[in-house]
């Protein structure tokens, strides 16, 4: 009798371990695939399948060649999720490039919805990223290293060569959202109010009004 038991409260356990591991990570697939029809007036979380899909739904040739870092953060993200490679819709998964200039910075930024792992390709580069307790924790990468960012934390990446540098960088996620700070604070729109970000950044109203007038 008291193995029964023992036994039923471990059938319990293990399937409402289950259950909430399932509810964690999101329902499962219930197809082979789920190509993104991105031309659907369907709004929900995510996109509609598409009807008749090929093989190059499946395929994106857009990270062979370096973007165009002029600019000035002195970096481009060519990026491969959803919303330029259709075929990864609902797995979870996408890919960029990221191109930086001698000098050039991919600014703090954070992905909500995804961690990031990256492969550096060329160049050495500069990589970090904060705690939500403000702990730093940065290294110096070169060809051949990975580095990985938690899910929803502040990163960036600065390149500290004297020429070029490049990454290739995956995502848990077919599409991970990105909020570059600074741009989100001194970009937005409608803007926010000078005096509160003067107040949280304990500058003036003028100083702020600079900062948002080189983000036009």
């Not at 990163?155 to 700070?181: D, E, W, Y």
Request: proline share 6%; glycine share 8%.
């Amino acid at each position: 009798m008291v193995m029964l038991q023992f036994s039923a409260v471990a059938t319990c356990t293990v399937l409402l371990s289950l259950a909430a591991s399932s509810l964690a990570g999101g329902a499962d697939m219930l197809q082979d695939v789920c190509v993104a029809d991105l031309a659907s007036p369907i709004k929900l979380n995510g996109f509609p399948c598409k009807a008749a899909i090929t093989a190059d739904d499946f395929f994106f040739a857009g990270l062979k060649n370096a973007g165009n870092t002029n600019n000035p953060a002195g970096s481009n993200v060519t990026a491969a999720n959803v919303q330029s490679f259709p075929g990864v819709n609902t797995l979870g998964v996408s890919m960029a490039r990221i191109d930086y200039a001698p000098g050039g910075q991919n600014p703090p930024h954070t992905h909500p919805r995804a961690t990031e792992i990256i492969f550096v390709t060329q160049g050495i580069l500069e990589v970090g990223f904060i705690t939500t307790a403000n702990k730093l924790f940065t290294k110096t990468v070169t060809v051949g290293d990975v580095f990985v960012f938690p899910r929803g934390l502040v990163h960036f990446q600065q390149n500290r060569g004297r020429g070029p540098a490049s990454i290739i960088a995956g995502f848990n996620s077919q599409l991970q959202g990105t909020q570059v700070i600074a741009t989100t604070l001194f970009a937005a729109a409608p803007p926010v109010p000078s005096d509160v970000l003067a107040k949280a950044f304990r500058i003036d109203n003028g100083q702020v009004d600079a900062i948002k007038a080189k983000f036009m």
